[in-house]
C-alpha cells in the first residue's frame, strides 16, 4: 500500500540555520502532497500542498517540490526562527480510498531552533 | 469559519470509567477523521467516514471503541469502559472530497485515565 518516511528526527538548529526535512513516498497512481505542521498543545496545521509532479508547494518561507522521478517532498525553509520549533509531517492522499480525503502520514520531524 | 471543534479540551477520569468524546466537523465537509496520538506510537487513524457512513475502522484498537457520526455535524468517540493505556490526545479532522483536499484538525481532546 502507500506509505510516507521521514527523517528521524530531532532536527536540533540555530536561529537562520537553513532547513531540510527529508520525505520520500511510495503510491500507486499521482497522489497529492502535503506538509502539516504541530505546535505544541495544538492540532495538526496544512503548511503546504502540491497536487502534481514538479508543483512547488511555498507558505511562511517554507518550500517543498513534488519530484515523480525521486519521489520526494522534502521541506526547506532558507532560515529558520525559534518560532518555527514544532513537528513536522509528510502526507499524501491515499489513492486506495477513492475520493475520502484520507490522508497517510510519515511518523513526523521533532524541529528545535535555538536562538 | 470555526473550523473542527472539539470537546472536552481535556478529559481526566478512572479506569472503568466511560468517555465519550465530540467533535463539529466544518460545515460542508463531507469526510471525517478520528486520530490518536501518543509518543509511544506517533499518529494512528482510527476510523473515518464518509458521508456519515464508517468507511474504514480497522484502527480501532478494540470492541471498547466505538464511534458514530448520526449526521453530518456531529461525531462521537466512545471509550467503554476506559483503560490507563487509552490515556492519550485524540483528533478529529474533516475534509471534502477531492483528491487534493487538505484535512482541518480539530485542537484536540488529551485524556488521561488514572
Known amino acids: 500500500g502507500d506509505s510516507v518516511t521521514q527523517m528521524e528526527g530531532p532536527v536540533t538548529l540555530s536561529e537562520e540555520a537553513f532547513l531540510t526535512i527529508n520525505c520520500t513516498y511510495t503510491a500507486t497512481g499521482y497522489p497529492s502532497l502535503f506538509w502539516y505542521v504541530q505546535y505544541p498543545g495544538e492540532g495538526l496545521q496544512l503548511l503546504l500542498k502540491a497536487t502534481k509532479a514538479d508543483d512547488k508547494g511555498s507558505n511562511k518561507g517554507f518550500e517543498a517540490t513534488y519530484r515523480k522521478e525521486t519521489t520526494s517532498f522534502h521541506l526547506e525553509k532558507g532560515s529558520v526562527q525559534v518560532s518555527d520549533s514544532a513537528v513536522y509531517f509528510c502526507a499524501l492522499s491515499d489513492s486506495g480510498s477513492g475520493n475520502t480525503g484520507k490522508l497517510i502520514f510519515g511518523q513526523g520531524t521533532t524541529l528545535q531552533v535555538k536562538p | 469559519d470555526a473550523g473542527v471543534i472539539q470537546s472536552p479540551r481535556h478529559e481526566v477520569t478512572e479506569m472503568g470509567q466511560e468517555v465519550t468524546l465530540r467533535c463539529k466537523p466544518i460545515?460542508?465537509?463531507?469526510?471525517l477523521f478520528w486520530y490518536r496520538q501518543t509518543m509511544m506510537r506517533g499518529l494512528e487513524l482510527l476510523i473515518y467516514?464518509?458521508?456519515?457512513?464508517?468507511?474504514?475502522d480497522s484502527g480501532m484498537p478494540e470492541d471498547r471503541f466505538s464511534a458514530k457520526m448520526p449526521n453530518a455535524s456531529f461525531s462521537t468517540l466512545k471509550i467503554q469502559p476506559s483503560e490507563p493505556r487509552d490515556s492519550a490526545v485524540y483528533f478529529c479532522?474533516?475534509?471534502?472530497?477531492?483528491?487534493?483536499?487538505?484535512?482541518?484538525f480539530g485542537n484536540g481532546t488529551r485524556l488521561t485515565v488514572t
Open positions: 479532522a474533516s475534509s471534502s472530497t477531492g483528491g487534493g483536499s487538505p484535512l482541518h
Open positions: 467516514f464518509n458521508n456519515n457512513v464508517p468507511i474504514d
Open positions: 460545515s460542508g465537509h463531507n469526510s
